[in-house]
Structure formats: C-alpha cells, structure tokens
C-alpha cells in the first residue's frame, strides 16, 4: 500500500531519500506526466530523472480531441502553449488511398453529427441515397459532408470558432498538430515545483515483495520513492526490464514495424497548412503528413515484412517534394505493442514504456496523457491510500484503451478494398481481425453466428455499425471505405413495403443538395487556416 505524507509532514531537503513520487525517464510523457501529478498534487515531492545522453524520439506530433481534457487539467489556453510548440490545428483526420488506391480521399471530422441522438434514421438516410440517387452523386467519401460540417473545414482549408446550425464547438472538438520535444520543454518549464535530476539509472535495488526500494544512478547516488513511473520509452527500462512485465505483441493484426521520420519546408504555407494530418496510403505503408507552423512533419509508416529498408527509403523520396527529396530522414524501429499491465507493485509504465500502436490514429500521445490523467484521478482518491484494487482499476482502463484503439486502427486495413500487392492483400484477406466479427456490429465480442436472424442482423448493422450512439470514428471509416448496412435488394426490398419511402428520400436529396450549396458559400468567406493562426495564435 502507498500512502500520501500528511500535509504536516515536512519535505525533505533533498532528493535522495523519503520521496513520494519518482519518475524515470523524460520526453513528452515523462513532462506530460509530471506537469499533471505536480499540478494536481502539490502535496508530493515529485522527481524526474532524465539520461541526458538518450535522444527523444518525438514524433508524436498529432493529437485528437481528448487532449483538450489534458489541456483543462493543466489549465493552459492556447496562446499560452501553442506558440512556443510551433502548434497548429486539426479538426480532422484524410485517408488518402486507402480504400482503392485510385487518388481517393475520404475525411474522418472531429466532433459530433448534424442531427440529434434520437433521429435515427438520419444516417441510413444517406445509405439510402446512395442506392435511390447513385453513389456518383453520393460517393463514399460524401458521408464525412453530410454528417458533419467540421468535414469542410478540412476540404476547404478553414477554420472558425463557430459554424451556423451546427454542434461544432470549438473548444472540444478541434484538436492540435505540434512539436512534441517543443511540448514537453514547454512542460518542464511550467513545472518548476519538480526535481530535474540528470542522470543515467544503473541499477535497482528491491524489497523483499518485489517492488522497487530505489535506484542507482551513474554518479552513485541512490534515490528512493514510493511510487516510480517509468517514461523510458520503447526501453521499458523499469517496467520490462526490472520488474519482469511481459511485452506483447500486436503484429498479427498491424503490420508496420518501421518509420522514416523528417521535416520538409512549406512551399506555400496558405494552402499547405491545411487543418487536418493527412494519411496517404503507398505500396507497403503510409504516409503521415503534419503541417506545423514552422514546417511540415512527415514520415513513411510501413512493414518490413513487404519491403526492404532501403526500397521503402526511395519510395519515400519519390513522394516527396522536389525541394525536399535529398533532406535527412530519421529511422524508427516501432515497437509494437504493450505490455500485459501497466501498474505492478509501485511500479508504473506510462506512454512507449507502456506501449504503442502505429500512428495512423494518434494515439501515441492520447494513451500518454490518458494514462497520466488514469493516475492522477486514482492518487486523488481516499487521501492517496493505494491497494491490489487501485492497480487492477488502472490496468482495466489503460488495457481497455488500448484493446479498443488497436481494433479501430486495424479497421482501416481491413475494411480496405485494396488487393493491388502482397501487402494489401494480406491486410485486406488473411487476418482474423476481432472487430468484425463484434465491435462493429453488435459489440461485447459476440460472433455473427449469433445472429441467426435476418431483421437481427440488419438491425445490428445499424444500430451498432451506423449509431449516433456510437460516436466513434468508425462510422467514418466504414463509410468512407464503402462499407453500406443497406444493399440495393434491401432497399428495394423495404420500398415494396412502403413505396411512398422513395419519395421521402427523393426531398431529402433535394433538401441536402440546397443545403451543401449554401454550406459550401460560407465556408468559402471564412478566413484560412494559416490566416487565423496568424491572426489569433502566431501573431
């Protein structure tokens, strides 16, 4: 059991002994974390021990809508950290390639739909377009437009604060692309109540029950604590390596393995500085593409099983600009994966040294402050008191976060159309992926053979895959990769029944038509990205 110094308690002196909180290893998570639990906690003394030889990685450089809880708790507004970070911001995510490899694009928004959670039958409404209008008029892609606004902010290259007859809100549902090292220098600035302590960990020393007593540095100094978190990265240095944790992988179901990281210059930052990342899929991979303030961050994501270092080396260089075809380009092993719990005995694994999922999602920096937020709360509970209990809630939830992630990213392969090479196809054809056969339709992980009934399984597709009380971003996905709960035969099927259906669908058509028009007008007056950061964040 851990348990909070009484408030009467005198700090100590040093750093060396009698310290609630320890952590191992700095970055962008190690910061992100000891700037909450110093926020939140200013009752512990808390210590940041950093390797000043080991590089960051700092790549993470895109984040979605959940970082805004992050933001709150620390009580940051924009123009206070986004400058400093070269910070811009996202309000979607593009698939560029994904579903046929034909120059197709399809967005993911952020934020909420158009209708309220009791219309239903907003979104078969569209499936339903699809087959009474054609999908010329209402391609894949058309469903991101019709759902949500926020879906031209991306297209057109704009951003507001407020978008009319709609439940856009600015503050939760915009998010940000930044420079993640900028991000946590910004931190370790802000958090000057923690201890920065530079120095190499050489060893442990343990208790007799297996947690850790303290650590060894370098210079030979020895440092107890209660609680050590450990942000060491893909190292894992205290969570893997000392305390035994079993790491586990996930590269059955995703397959890349490697990156090539770099920055490339803008060329024109007003219509480059687009408000969303930009996913663009290749031959074995995919490319990220993130504008920052300052320049452009951008990486090759692929498989090492498909395509050698050195071919998917040119492959990149071909994709990039002409200005930017002979820049430096950073290699990344990616450890795929995480380990079985992420809090043993006073122990806690937080951001890489946790674990990871490929970047087409973000989620690299979303599971670090999750996490830091997961612990936070769980220390804020019954005077910092500790149990089996506490530890077992955390593990839930950071496993269960992850679990979920590693489903939604595997989604965008799977539901992919592409066979063109051994990649795609494998991707596309020869992983049994969980999710189809239970999130995505009906959840908790039952199997279709359940369904044995017709109206259940259409009623699964659509009041499981396609719900407005389902707000997650595989409604986006699915559709944007083709994926209909409504056949033309069962269109064609419901419209015998009730043949004044088709009619009603006919208005909806021409209602939306005059709508998108009107949308599309305003959205064209309204300032650009880059505009706005230049005149409200960048100034």
């Known amino acids: 059991m851990i348990r909070r110094p009484p408030r009467s308690t005198p700090k100590p002196s040093s750093a060396a002994s009698d310290v609630y909180k320890r952590q191992v290893g700095g970055g962008s998570s190690g910061w992100m974390t000891a700037a909450l639990l110093s926020k939140e906690h200013p009752e512990l003394e808390i210590a940041l021990i950093e390797d000043p030889n080991i590089p960051t990685i700092g790549v993470g450089e895109s984040t979605l809508g959940h970082f805004n809880r992050f933001l709150i708790r620390l009580g940051l507004e924009d123009k206070d950290w986004m400058p400093f970070c070269d910070a811009t911001y996202k309000s979607s995510i593009g698939f560029k390639n994904f579903r046929e490899g034909k120059g197709e694009r399809f967005q993911y928004p952020f934020g909420r739909f158009e209708w309220d959670p009791d219309q239903m039958d907003a979104i078969s409404n569209f499936f339903e377009l699809q087959n009474e ?29 407020e978008i009319p007859d709609s439940n856009f809100r600015f503050k939760v549902h915009t998010a940000y692309h930044l420079d993640a090292n900028k991000f946590g220098e910004f931190l370790k600035n802000k958090a000057s109540s923690v201890h920065h302590i530079l120095a190499k960990v050489e060893n442990v020393i343990k208790t007799p029950d297996g947690s850790i007593h303290s650590i060894i540095t370098d210079e030979g ?23 035994g944790v079993k790491f586990n992988s996930c590269k059955d179901m995703l397959f890349n393995d490697r990156a090539l990281a770099t920055h490339i210059d803008y060329d024109d930052k007003e219509t480059q500085m687009v408000p969303y990342t930009d996913c663009v899929a290749l031959s074995n991979g995919w490319v990220y593409n993130i504008p920052l303030w300052s320049n452009i961050g951008t990486g090759y994501v692929y498989s090492s099983d498909y395509i050698s270092d050195e071919d998917a080396e040119e492959e990149f260089r071909n994709y990039l600009p002409e200005s930017a075809k002979d820049c430096s380009l950073m290699p990344i092993k990616i450890k795929h994966g995480v380990h079985e719990v992420g809090w043993i005995k006073n122990v806690v694994g937080i951001g890489l040294a946790y674990g990871f999922l490929e970047p087409l999602e973000s989620t690299g920096l979303m599971t670090t402050h999750e996490n830091a937020i997961f612990l936070s709360d769980l220390l804020s509970q019954r005077n910092g008191i500790i149990t089996e209990h506490s530890r077992s809630v955390y593990n839930f939830s950071a496993q269960k976060t992850y679990e979920s992630m590693k489903i939604f990213i595997s989604m965008h392969y799977s539901l992919s159309a592409r066979e063109d090479n051994d990649y795609w196809s494998d991707c596309t054809n020869t992983i049994e992926y969980p999710g189809v056969k239970g999130t995505m339709l009906h959840g908790n992980f039952a199997s279709m053979d359940a369904l044995t009934d017709y109206y259940a399984l259409l009623d699964g597709l659509n009041n499981r895959f396609y719900s407005q009380k389902r707000l997650d971003g595989l409604i986006y996905i699915g559709a944007g990769q083709d994926i ?14 009730t043949p004044e259906k088709k009619e009603y669908i006919r208005d909806i058509h021409k209602e939306y038509q005059i709508h998108k028009k009107e949308t599309i007008e305003w959205f064209k007056k309204q300032p650009s990205h880059y505009q706005y950061l230049k005149d409200n964040i960048h100034v």
């Open 221 to 243: 100094n020895t440092i107890s604590a209660d609680l050590f978190v450990d942000c060491t990265g893909f190292k894992s240095l205290l969570l893997e390596q000392h305390m």
């Open 133 to 161: 209008i054609g999908k010329d008029v209402y391609p894949p892609e058309e469903f991101a437009r019709y759902a949500n606004k926020v879906t031209y902010l991306a297209e057109y290259n704009k951003m507001v604060e």
């Open 484 to 497: 209909s709960p409504i056949s033309k035969a069962m269109y064609d099927e419901k419209n015998s029944v």
